[in-house]
């Protein structure tokens, strides 16, 4: 995966947090049985020598854990966690395997509910508020 549009579209998929990095698999039901992936890792986490070895690390994991357990026609997206930098890679490995099942185990096209934003919630407070002021609610 290269276009940062195909990275937008994952985080609308399931995903599957672990302590090393954050699994995103979205199918994208053009056909093609092909499996993508695709690998971030922000600045937050370290310099170019931190991210670049971590990214090194998820990619050989994605090599060799994708044709085994990965799904067919979709993209995944490993976002490396602070938490993965000094992390074993057998730990990694074995999380990886864990949040591939994990996201197998969800009907395909299920994304999981998520809890609305603050800002959702603060429009939802601030509408209901306005709708009943001033009004009686018997005619």
């Given at each position: 995966m290269g276009k940062r549009a195909d990275f937008l579209a994952a985080n609308r998929g399931r995903r599957a947090p672990m302590p090393g990095f954050v699994l995103l698999v979205r199918e994208r039901?053009?056909?093609?049985?092909?499996?993508?992936?695709?690998?971030?890792?922000?600045?937050?986490?370290?310099?170019?020598?931190?991210r670049n070895r971590m990214k090194r690390r998820f990619r050989v994991?994605?090599?060799?854990?994708?044709?085994?357990?990965?799904?067919?026609?979709?993209d995944h997206v490993l976002i490396g966690r602070s938490e993965g930098v000094e992390r074993d890679f057998g730990l990694?490995?074995?999380?990886?395997?864990?949040?591939?099942?994990?996201?197998?185990?969800?009907?395909?096209?299920?994304?999981?509910?998520?809890?609305?934003?603050?800002?959702?919630?603060?429009?939802?407070a601030t509408g209901s508020a306005r709708t009943g002021a001033g009004e009686s609610a018997e005619p």
């Amino acid at each position: 995966m290269g276009k940062r549009a195909d990275f937008l579209a994952a985080n609308r998929g399931r995903r599957a947090p672990m302590p090393g990095f954050v699994l995103l698999v979205r199918e994208r039901g053009d056909g093609d049985p092909a499996m993508r992936y695709g690998i971030t890792v922000t600045k937050k986490i370290g310099g170019a020598v931190i991210r670049n070895r971590m990214k090194r690390r998820f990619r050989v994991l994605a090599r060799t854990l994708l044709p085994v357990h990965g799904v067919a026609g979709a993209d995944h997206v490993l976002i490396g966690r602070s938490e993965g930098v000094e992390r074993d890679f057998g730990l990694l490995r074995g999380e990886l395997e864990k949040a591939l099942k994990k996201v197998m185990s969800r009907p395909l096209g299920e994304a999981p509910q998520r809890r609305g934003s603050s800002k959702e919630k603060k429009k939802a407070a601030t509408g209901s508020a306005r709708t009943g002021a001033g009004e009686s609610a018997e005619p």
